[in-house]
């Protein structure tokens, strides 16, 4: 019987064969996990890439590169619907601009107007003759609601009578070039300052701080963070409420003793 001794080869040269096939990636691209969209509004990736042996590869960042999205699976050979943007090509599934510049590896893009059913996997390809790769290692899971998330109330320390505190509040900001704005209703006056940011997965995000010192009138008195996202011509509204918990010393004996002074 030498059936065993032939599979066992076959085994062996399948199993080289697949390593060979999908135990190296051409290109890296990095990107983030998930990104949450607005229906409307547009989405942008951030996005980069890199070529891990050039020189083998042939890859001259001279040559025009073109950018290619493919929705679902790397895989586009039977489903060129998959292909839902190419940076090559004028009319495009999606309306959209690779705005990072490609010959610094830099594959940032927009997704313009975009809508529920764009919510999928993406993966990103580069193709510059003679080289071409998709990285199937990495994709951004897109989600885009009809509605914005709330944003993000944190405090830090404890909240006491006559001491400054300050409130922070985050939103994200899916489509940088038009960021929510943060603003806040507090049973008191405060002072508040924003800002764009960027988070270590690269997404951004708009940080607002309120500065202001309680008294013990506002304990359980609610704060309130508003998220106001431009959409087209319209607005679409999220808040976060929180329960202000003041910690103060004990005022009845002070109320009762004042008018006796008076
Ligand atoms: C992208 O567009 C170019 C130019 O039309 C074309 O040669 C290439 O095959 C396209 N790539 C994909 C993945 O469809
Ligand atoms: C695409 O992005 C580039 C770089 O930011 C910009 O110059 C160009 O006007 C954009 N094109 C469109 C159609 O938005
Ligand atoms: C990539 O391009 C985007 C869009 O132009 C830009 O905002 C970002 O800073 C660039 N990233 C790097 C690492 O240069
Ligand atoms: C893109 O980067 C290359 C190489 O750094 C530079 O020569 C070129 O001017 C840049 N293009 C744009 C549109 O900034
Ligand atoms: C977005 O899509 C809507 C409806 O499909 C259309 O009326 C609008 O002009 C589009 N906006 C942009 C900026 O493409
Ligand atoms: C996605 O939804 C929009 C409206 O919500 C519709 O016009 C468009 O045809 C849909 N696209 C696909 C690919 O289903
Ligand atoms: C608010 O955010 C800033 C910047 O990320 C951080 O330094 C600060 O500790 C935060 N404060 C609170 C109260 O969470
Ligand atoms: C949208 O909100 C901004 C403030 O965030 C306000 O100035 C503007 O009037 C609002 N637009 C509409 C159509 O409600
Ligand atoms: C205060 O906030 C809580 C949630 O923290 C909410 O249930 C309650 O309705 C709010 N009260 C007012 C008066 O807005
Ligand atoms: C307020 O804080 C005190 C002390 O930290 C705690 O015992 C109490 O349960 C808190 N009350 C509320 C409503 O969160």
Known sequence: MTCPENMFFLIVLFMSGVLACFGQRHMIATMPDKLDGLTGSCVEIPCSFDIPDQNKYKFNSAILT?????????????????????????????????????????????????????????????????????????????????????????????????????FN????????????????????????????????????????????TPSYLHHEKNITCTAVYPVGSNNKTAEHNMMLNVSFSPKNTLASISPAWG
Not at 181 to 204: V, Y
């Open 66 to 166: 073109s950018g290619v999205w493919i929705k679902e699976s790397p895989q586009f050979g039977g489903r060129p619907d998959n292909v839902i943007f190419n940076s090559s090509v004028k009319d495009n599934r999606y309306q959209g601009n690779i705005t990072g510049n490609m010959s610094q590896k830099n594959c940032t893009t927009v997704f313009f107007n975009v809508t529920t059913n764009y919510t999928n996997k993406y993966f990103f390809r580069i193709e510059s003759q003679p080289f071409r790769a998709t990285d199937p290692d990495k994709s951004v899971d897109i989600v885009v609601r009809d509605l914005p998330s709330s944003p993000i109330i944190t405090v830090s320390g404890e909240v006491k009578e006559e001491t400054s505190v300050s």
């Open 169 to 212: 509040c985050s939103a994200v900001a899916p489509c940088p070039e038009h960021p929510p704005e943060l603003t806040w209703t507090l049973p008191t006056q405060f002072t508040t300052e924003n800002q764009l940011q960027e988070n270590p997965d690269q997404t951004k995000s708009v940080l607002s701080t309120v500065t202001f």
